[in-house]
C-alpha cells in the first residue's frame, strides 16, 4: 500500500510564501514523476508543476516564475515552493506520484489534499 501524505498548506496574505511537502510512504520500488496539482473553487483539477525522476520539469504557464518543484528521491519526497502568491492561487493542492511497484507496475497516487487559502 502507498500513501503520499502532504503537508505545508495554510493561509498567507497575498505575496506571501509557502511551502508544500509530499512524502510517499509503503512499499516499492521508486517514484517515478511526482508533482503538484490544485482544484480552486468551482473549477477543475489543473497541473500545477511535474518533476520526473530524471530531473526535468514542468510548470503551468500562471506559476512560471513564482512556484518551484524540488524533490529527494531519498526520501521519496516532492516539494513546492511558492512565492509571491496571489488570491488566484487559492485552491486545494493535490500531490501526485507515478510509483513503481517491485513487480515493475506503474501505478497514480493521490495525496489527500491540503487546502491553500491567499488573502489579506
Known amino acids: 500500500q502507498v500513501r503520499l501524505v502532504e503537508s505545508g498548506g495554510g493561509l498567507v496574505q497575498p505575496g506571501g510564501s509557502l511551502r508544500l511537502s509530499c512524502a510517499a510512504s509503503?512499499?516499492?520500488?521508486?517514484?517515478?514523476?511526482m508533482g503538484w496539482y490544485r482544484q480552486p473553487p468551482g473549477k477543475q483539477r489543473e497541473l500545477v508543476a511535474v518533476?520526473?525522476?530524471?530531473?526535468?520539469?514542468n510548470y503551468a504557464d500562471s506559476v512560471k516564475g513564482r512556484f518551484t518543484i524540488s524533490r529527494d528521491n531519498a526520501k521519496n519526497t516532492v516539494y513546492l515552493e511558492m512565492n509571491s502568491l496571489k488570491s488566484e492561487d487559492t485552491a486545494v493542492y493535490y500531490c501526485?506520484?507515478?510509483?513503481?511497484?517491485?513487480?515493475?507496475?506503474?501505478?497514480?497516487?493521490w495525496g489527500q489534499g491540503t487546502q491553500v487559502t491567499v488573502s489579506s
Open positions: 509503503g512499499t516499492f520500488f521508486s517514484t517515478n514523476a
Open positions: 518533476s520526473t525522476d530524471g530531473g526535468s520539469t
Open positions: 501526485h506520484a507515478v510509483v513503481m511497484s517491485y513487480t515493475r507496475i506503474s501505478r497514480d497516487y
